[in-house]
């Protein structure tokens, strides 16, 4: 993450010592029938200085709507 996201990512969930937040996203597929579904799940994550990773889950409505937009941008029905 760079520009104002990652400062407001370093800040919630980093310190001056932690490495650049990143944004993180998994994609799950299953199948129904003849049809492929997909789900995707986000999180910020950053790497403190003694090793621990600190996460934070992107799960309100404006990132869902966000994933939702890119996956039916990919060519999802």
Do not use: C
Request: avoid cysteine; proline fraction near 1%.
């Amino acid at each position: 993450m760079d520009g104002q996201d990652g400062v407001w990512a370093q800040m919630l969930i980093g310190n001056s010592s932690s490495t650049t937040p990143e944004r993180k996203v998994r994609f799950i597929l299953y199948q129904v029938g003849k049809d492929v579904r997909v789900t995707a799940q986000q999180w910020i994550e950053t790497q403190m200085a003694r090793g621990q990773t600190q996460r934070m889950e992107l799960n309100e409505n404006s990132h869902r709507n966000n994933m939702q937009q890119f996956l039916n941008f990919a060519g999802a029905n």
